[in-house]
């Protein structure tokens, strides 16, 4: 009779607990024992000591110019844990983590957390390594982070894939960002945790399942010595977006026509609230080379992981050029 109390809804939990935990211990198995990567940690003009990733790449590849990812406002390097290596099969490829992200440190001051002072962080990081020409890949934050570098370091890149993102946004989108973006507590594990992202992120993937909610949750949220997971960046990062008449932006456009004649490929999430389509089919028409890829079944932002996402990112890398 030792067993009384114990009923179909705790066995039911005790089920989910035991899938949740086979779960992330074989994906922490495999990624462990699959790291292609280095760590690099570099200092930022005003003090910061910031993170990234790089994988070498294949034989030869120092020769190349590397590919720059970059990735979202609320994302870190894990977000490019499977495109990363199928890009390092043709080049060398540095993941970074803007302030505030993963293993980068947060900024001394909020207001910090704008455009321009992570294009000067990453400038720091490309004279450190030395990297002259390069392309790059930015989702979101990350694809404006890659405007303005071509618009301030006028031939040094050599292709720009943007996820996404443009010069011209939707309101609507941007609102509903700048509502979750630094706010939520923690949760007691990765199953609630798993959920709650899904709760908020249901309509930008509605196909995903536990697997993948799980996925999704473990690269954009950590573990805390207190034994929560959180999300995996400094709440202050909001702070620059919640300034009066930081919603008006600035205009885009001319960064956007700096990418010249490289070859640029732009991916749209079908289901975007970010990204309008008739917006995305202006900037590659504004564009010689510039190519529009729409992802089917996904928001703001396509994983880059989608099959017709894949494909379209391995024709733009046999584009770009080996030196």
């Not at 779960?23 to 003009?45: A, F, L, N, P, T």
């Not at 321009?116 to 400038?123: C, F, G, I, R, S």
């Not at 956007?256 to 990204?275: C, H, K, M, N, T």
Request: hydrophobic content about 40%.
């Amino acid at each position: 009779m030792g067993c009384t109390g114990y009923g179909v809804g705790d066995r039911r939990r005790e089920d989910e607990r035991r899938r949740e935990r086979a779960i992330s211990v074989k994906q922490d198995v495999q990624r462990d024992s699959r790291r292609e990567w280095s760590d690099h940690y570099w200092w930022s003009g005003d003090g910061v000591r910031l993170h990234a990733r790089i994988y070498a790449g294949p034989q030869g590849a120092e020769a190349m110019p590397p590919i720059l990812c970059m990735p979202g406002l609320a994302r870190n390097v894990r977000d490019f844990e499977d495109l990363a290596p199928f890009l390092a099969q043709s080049r060398r490829v540095i993941v970074v983590e803007f302030r505030g992200r993963g293993e980068s440190a947060f900024a001394k001051d909020p207001m910090t957390y704008v455009p321009l002072t992570y294009v000067q962080d990453v400038v720091a990081l490309l004279d450190e390594l030395s990297v002259d020409r390069f392309a790059t890949v930015g989702t979101s934050l990350g694809g404006i982070v890659s405007m303005l570098m071509a618009a301030s370091m006028p031939g040094r890149l050599v292709g720009a894939l943007l996820n996404d993102v443009g010069p011209e946004l939707e309101k609507a989108g941007l609102d509903r960002i700048r509502d979750y973006i630094g706010v939520g507590g923690g949760q007691p594990t990765w199953m609630h945790a798993a959920r709650a992202y899904a709760e908020v992120n249901a309509s930008i993937y509605p196909a995903f399942g536990l697997h993948e909610w799980l996925r999704i949750t473990k690269r954009t949220h950590r573990l805390t010595a207190e034994g929560r997971i959180v999300a995996d960046y400094d709440k202050q990062i909001a702070a620059p977006l919640r300034l009066a008449g930081s919603e008006a932006g600035f205009d885009l456009w001319p960064a956007w026509q700096s990418f010249g004649e490289i070859p640029v490929l732009i991916l749209r999430g079908a289901l975007s609230d970010i990204l309008a389509k008739p917006a995305a089919q202006k900037m590659a028409n504004a564009l010689p080379k510039a190519r529009l890829v729409e992802v089917p079944g996904v928001g703001h932002a396509p994983t880059m992981d989608e099959a017709k996402a894949r494909t379209a990112i391995g024709q733009w890398v046999a584009e770009l050029p080996a030196t």
